[in-house]
């Protein structure tokens, strides 16, 4: 349920109404739009405090949201949720690139990897301390150690960084090295982490689960956002289906709907989402076209030794670049803007 106010509304009043709502055993939740402020009503209310909060003095409606998220919503926010992260602003009409290995290697390989994705003109350094791997003797990740090399890189080339976390017990310490924190597929719904999640205010990327549902993934974000984080990103990283020929099928048509659905960001990973190098950059363009709010891609300068063995999906450094490039006079052509940060990101 969600409760509709003008925009003209005090804060006194504002918090009294919240006030009341809280009363009955129920979480509140401010969203404040160009022309409405939207209070969110989470939790189990009694049917007639629905009546009891229209009749009140500045409340326009009051809506019942059918749906099982209720904070990742269009009907809760209308206008798109941009995250703003030291400058870098994702959401809305705004492009952003995220590149760099799939796994954290070394201090020298994550420097030359950050100096080529800024020089490119890409504003978020990925890569992963902590690997899930399907069996247990592959690569599994350097840790912590792994962390401060990434940290280093991005503060050194004006980088924010993104890192895969796959427990609870590792968020805090995590979010302490990362700018933003990446859910990957098999922990799409691993419910304690999500829970976990929405008690800091870093930015999280969810990506889909690879048989997860639209509705499946929303209500994964709807776990950090009840929890008090609104910073929530979604990823569609491709998806398991009968084909064999690529990795996973990457489903551009999730952009479009999860955009119609939610109010959060869309980001394409082209990279899971093929499998194979050659069709990462006609992938991400068609992201783009599909109106995704940014990329994350693998790229790697030797990706025939990577230590995961995605190196088939890595691109080169020399085709990173292209791409960038491409993209930048792609981006006007759909209404997007690809801003290149020109100074160093503060840490």
């Known amino acids: 349920m969600i409760v509709i106010t003008s925009n003209a ?46 009749q009140m003095k500045d409340v326009e409606d009051v809506i019942k949201i059918t749906k099982s998220y209720k904070l990742a919503s269009r009907d809760f926010q209308p206008n798109d949720t941009i995250i703003d992260i030291k400058g870098v602003k994702i959401g809305g009409d705004n492009l952003v690139i995220m590149g760099g290995p799939c796994a954290v290697e070394s201090a020298e390989q994550m420097d030359e990897i950050a100096a080529i994705v800024k020089a490119a003109g890409g504003q978020v350094l990925r890569g992963g301390a902590f690997k899930p791997r399907t069996g247990p003797y592959s690569f599994q990740g350097v840790g912590v150690e792994g962390l401060e090399m990434m940290a280093e890189a991005g503060r050194k080339h004006g980088l924010l960084t993104i890192t895969e976390v796959m427990t609870p017990e590792y968020v805090d310490v995590i979010a302490e090295h990362a700018d933003i924190l990446q859910i990957g597929t ?11 999640l929405g008690e ?35 990823c569609e990283r491709g998806i398991r289906t009968f084909e064999t020929y ?102």
């Open 200 to 234: 800091i205010d870093t930015p999280v990327l969810l990506k889909r689960g690879f048989s997860a549902t639209y509705d499946e993934l929303l209500n994964a974000a709807e776990y950090i956002l009840a929890g008090g984080n609104p910073n929530v990103m979604l």
């Open 186 to 196: 098999r922990n799409m719904q691993n419910f304690d982490l999500l829970r976990k």
């Open 9 to 54: 509304i005090s804060e006194d009043r504002l918090s009294e109404i919240v006030g009341h709502i809280e009363t009955q055993g129920v979480k509140t939740h401010i969203s404040k739009g160009t022309d409405r402020t939207v209070i969110g009503i989470v939790g189990k209310a009694d049917p007639i405090l629905a009546e009891q909060i229209r």
């Open 246 to 347: 690529t990795r996973n099928t990457l489903d551009l048509t999730a952009i479009p709907v999860l955009q119609q659905l939610s109010h959060l960001p869309v980001i394409s990973d082209p990279s899971h989402g093929t499998g194979r190098r050659e069709l990462v950059e006609t992938m991400s363009k068609a992201s783009v076209a599909a109106g995704a709010n940014g990329l994350i891609v693998e790229m790697h300068t030797d990706p025939d030794n990577s230590m995961t063995g995605d190196g088939v999906q890595s691109l080169f450094p020399d085709q990173f670049t292209s791409l960038l490039q491409d993209i930048e006079k792609l981006a006007p052509l759909l209404g997007k803007k690809f801003d290149i940060i020109k100074e160093p990101v503060l840490k």
